[in-house]
């Protein structure tokens, strides 16, 4: 305590007798200092983590063992009635599988989609070129701009009476009527084929892909730049043809940081809540998980029931990420 | 046994293939950085246009992409603004709302993330090496899991409708990333420097104040805009603590409910978007050369 107290207070400019003593000391004694300074340090930011995201997430397992609703949230304490009630009533209810369904054919689309859009773009942008840095800040935006005001203007543009892709389809595409592209739970055929998916679910993934189309771009052009341009040179003068430079040369450097995205995105799609929330709501075939939740905790009221639902989300989550690991981890550590 | 392959194909035949996808390459490689451009900024553009038309014009013209400049109608943005009891939306409180809370949120957090960062990229204590692990876990939680929880919580503390509430629960979510690019950025500082300054006989914190917060200060600078940027387009917890309140929204917020309703005009709400965006687009602009180094700093080691 004294000496952790005498390290703070040293006076800004120590006399000369003070100097030689302090290198006298013994080298542990500074960093034991240090311990004692990191720990100080650090303790703010542990503090508000542990209290703000790990004992609510040790809460939201207890909740999810009880019957909680919130007309009798005040009467619930700590020690209630344990069941697994809530679990049977989540796992056999209508539709949870459709949610679940749903939200990894979501998150597997939306992630594909992404880092495909983003691969594109990266590769597209390699050779420089006037306005290269502008053109790069442009592509950034839809990643940035705040998703309430992203969603906002999708709806509009899809809207079926006044948005401006319907009215181009109907009057210079030839569309029959006007398509419902965020309340149309019909699976839509390209080129003769039916696709197991619902127009909804088609558009909150095209719009996941055009929103986190720039994060992947962003992380691949900076792997990008890292391969050194004496190979891709190298292989020019052989006469190594584009697809080839980049199957042999270009592939191998990005397909690490590709297996590290496909992790990233698929964990972030997975949890997504705003943009189907804020595009559908969660209807026409696009309900997931996470929007269930939302919608058992705020329109029913059953706490008890969307906790549940939330941890198994979350399990299910840490299942998938774990069994991906231990089988392209060894690879990632490598590269 | 490759050298006699690659020498059997014919050379004719390869520099054929190589021009032919030369020359395709270099006609699709404009079109699609058109396309890409396109889709990202199109968006955009339709969201300014329709703010400055009034929703008749639109309903009669859904297809039209210009406007001259003797049509731009600035109305919109005055519906908008003003406040419920003058027939307006009331953005402008909700903008004072969403201020309040991003700027508290980049406060709180930096006081408890710089020198929380230092102490990860300097120090030697006792569970360092975890500590960043743990606070990176936080990032890839489900939101949805901790937003039942701390829903109840709030709820019960009486607390929820609260700006306060919002902000600690922002700074909770945001603190992990914010040690985790700074930590990265104070790597890069040499630590000789900081030795001289111990021999001179200056403590830890002084040698942080006086040499490394300084010399980091590009990076807490671009880091305070990152954290303003998280906190204005936050929408799930704003959604779940101050919806009740009309007061309380913040522009995320009351965009998104507003939207809903029918009686509120698409093209006054398109100027709420403009509103909305508009400052993230300049701090991004701004920073961008920081905050997309400080992203991927991690990308780039082979």
């Known amino acids: 305590m004294t000496e952790g107290g005498r390290g703070t207070a040293t006076v800004p400019e120590p006399t000369r007798e003070q100097a030689p003593r302090r290198r006298q000391r013994p080298a542990s004694s500074r960093a034991r200092q240090d311990a004692r300074t990191g720990l100080a340090l650090i303790s703010p930011t542990f503090a508000i983590v542990l209290v703000m995201v790990v004992l609510p997430i040790l809460w939201t397992v207890s909740l999810a063992f009880q019957q909680v609703r919130l007309l009798n949230l005040r009467t619930t304490g700590i020690l209630g009635d344990y069941s697994i009630e809530n679990f049977r009533a989540v796992l056999t209810s209508d539709g949870f599988v459709s949610a679940l369904v749903t939200t990894l054919e979501y998150s597997v689309l939306g992630t594909a989609g992404a880092i495909s859009v983003g691969l594109v773009a990266a590769l597209a942008l390699r050779a420089p070129f006037r306005g290269r840095g502008l053109v790069r800040a442009a592509l950034l935006l839809p990643y940035v701009a705040p998703v309430v005001a992203a969603t906002f203007v999708w709806s509009t543009l899809l809207n079926p009476q006044f948005g401006l892709v319907n009215d181009w389809g109907t009057g210079l595409l030839g569309w029959k009527e006007p398509i419902a592209f965020l309340s149309s739970r019909d699976e839509p055929s390209v080129l003769g084929v039916t696709l197991p998916l619902s127009t909804s679910l088609l558009t909150v993934i095209g719009f996941e ?54 992790v990233l995105r698929f964990i972030w799609t997975f949890n997504n809540f705003d943009d189907i929330y804020l595009l559908t709501g969660g209807g026409s075939g696009t309900q997931v998980v996470s929007v269930r939740v939302f919608d058992y905790l705020t329109a029913r009221g059953d706490i008890g029931a969307a906790a549940a639902q939330a941890l198994v989300l979350a399990l299910i989550l840490a299942v998938l990420v774990t069994t991906y690991l231990k089988f392209f981890g060894r690879r990632e550590e490598q590269a | 046994m490759s050298a006699t392959r690659t020498s059997a194909s014919s050379p004719a035949r390869r520099s054929l293939r190589n021009t032919v996808e030369e020359r395709s390459l270099a006609v699709l490689r404009p079109l699609v950085i058109a396309a890409l451009l396109f889709a990202a900024v199109f968006p955009f553009y339709y969201m ?30 005055g519906d908008v603004l003003k406040s419920v009891d003058d027939g307006g939306q009331g953005f402008l409180v909700f903008i004072r709302n969403s201020l309040l809370v991003a700027v508290a949120t980049v406060i709180v957090t930096l006081l408890v993330s710089v020198p929380g960062a230092y102490a990860v990229s300097r120090l030697q204590f006792f569970g360092r090496r975890y500590i960043s692990g743990l606070f990176l876990a936080v990032y890839f939680f489900p939101a949805i899991l901790l937003a039942v929880p701390l829903f109840v919580f709030y709820t019960r503390i009486g607390m929820r409708g609260s700006l306060i509430g919002l902000v600690i629960v922002y700074v909770a979510q945001v603190a992990a990333v914010s040690i985790y690019m700074l930590r990265n ?67 995320s917020l009351g965009l998104s409910q507003l939207s809903g309703s029918i009686e509120v005009p698409t093209t006054t709400l398109m100027a709420g978007s403009v509103i909305l965006t508009l400052p993230i687009i300049v701090l991004f602009f701004l920073s961008e050369r920081w905050l997309t180094g400080g992203l991927t700093a991690g990308a780039e080691k082979g």
């Open chain 1, 209 to 262: 892909a055009w929103r986190s189309f720039p994060f992947a771009f962003l992380f691949l052009t900076a792997r990008m730049q890292a391969i050194p341009d004496t190979l891709d040179e190298a292989a020019r003068l052989d006469g190594a043809t584009p697809t080839q430079r980049f199957r042999y040369i270009v592939w191998p450097e990005v397909a690490p940081t590709i297996a590290v995205l496909s």
């Open chain 2, 48 to 77: 300014v246009l329709l703010s400055f038309r009034p929703l008749d014009e639109l309903l009669q013209h859904p297809g039209s992409l210009w406007i001259s400049p003797s049509e731009v109608h600035l109305g919109t943005y």
């Open chain 2, 185 to 251: 950025y104070f790597e890069t500082i040499p630590e000789s420097l900081e030795e001289a300054a111990a021999i001179d006989g200056a403590s830890r914190l002084q040698v942080m104040r006086h040499i490394s917060l300084p010399l980091a200060m590009p990076a807490i600078i671009s880091n305070a805009l990152f954290i303003f940027m998280i906190a204005w387009n936050e929408f799930l917890f704003a959604l779940l603590f101050l919806v009740e309140n009309r007061d309380r929204w913040t522009v």
